[in-house]
């Protein structure tokens, strides 16, 4: 059993490509974590307001939900891997940027506003490019296994990183996260010009930038499939993002925590992800379909539980299967888009994926920390669980035809 189970996951670092990507990228989520969750706390301590906590994410994501397909087009355009570094270190230079801030006690919320959305800029080109350039890694073979084993690592890091942000948090404080964020790239940027990449020949652009995007679009609106997943997506991320984004509020004035009590229940929703992605990685295409449906009503369930929970404990235990059920929901949802998208348009249909996942999860981020300031973050939370399940019993059990 356990062979099996190591030789099923571990199939994609078959590939040299894949090995020095996952070595990287690894390290880069880490320092990312470490950054999340950090930022949410300053601006918290800073403002002491939920509406703040929802600006910065909405800062954050809605460049996606309006560029993304503009970075897709790119990807399918141009070289991805060259794309990547640059995005990298954009996203490096930008965390440095923070912590100077605030090592001369000069940070302020709107520049942090204005840092978010500026690297909300840069994630819009490298989401579509990173998540279309997996399969130059493994091949369409090893593609489902892959993204299962980036959701993996994706989650390992959500463990890590908040685990180490709040040890971090308690003793050297926010300055040093990002620091440790901006260091981190340097590792998937040394990974990524390592990599050995056949020549891939891209075709020349056919008429306007707008007409490719609407070549993209159009292809996925008329494929049921993909325009079932994408909606489903779409409304999870709009009312779902609030489960995080509302976390330390949820930490402080419901369950009277600090940060350490925070950063575990980021830790305990993390380890309910990781599982999810490993589940994944070890599952075949088929199936796939059954899976996105139980995980989209679990997650309803769990979230208008957790949004009830008095008890930290009791807290931290149902923030796993949130975590569970959402990266389930998204990852099958991610894997079967791409299984079902031919290479030339793979870069615009993950712009469109990218779009209800990242793009959707500001408006929902920020809606839900307005509503929480006026009914409170319990009530708040239990309106967006019991929209998730709504969505899931609609939505969850219907598979087109394909």
Known sequence: MAPSFLSAFARPLRHRNFRLFASGQIISLIGTWVQNVSEAWLVYRLTGSSAALG???FAG????FVLALVGGDWADRANRRHILIGTQTAAMVLAFVLA???????VQVWIIVLLAALLGVVNAIDNPTRQSFVVEMVGKEDLPSAIGFNSSMFHLARILGPTAAGILL?????????TINGLSFVAVIVSLIL???????????????????RTGVAYAWTTPPIRSLLVLVAVIS????????????????VLGQGADGYSLLMTAAGLGSLAGAVTLTLR?????WSLRATASLGFGL????????????LSALLAVPCGLFMILLMATSNTLVQTLTPDELRGRVMALFAMMFMGMSPFGSLGAGLLAEHLGVGSTLVLCGTVCLSAGLLLGFRKPAI
């Open 238 to 253: 709009l009312f779902g993002s609030s489960f995080l984004v509302l976390m330390p509020v949820v930490a402080k004035e």
């Open 61 to 64: 994501l809605a460049p996606v």
């Open 302 to 313: 769990t979230l208008i539980l957790f949004a009830l929970s008095r008890t930290f404990w």
């Open 195 to 213: 990599m050995r990449l056949p020549q891939i020949p891209r075709p020349a652009p056919q008429g306007h930038i707008w007409a490719r995007i």
């Open 100 to 106: 100077v801030l605030c090592f001369t006690d000069r």
């Open 170 to 178: 308690a003793t050297v404080g926010e300055a040093w996260c990002f």
């Open 284 to 288: 075949k295409t088929a199936g796939l």
């Open 55 to 57: 600006l910065v994410r």
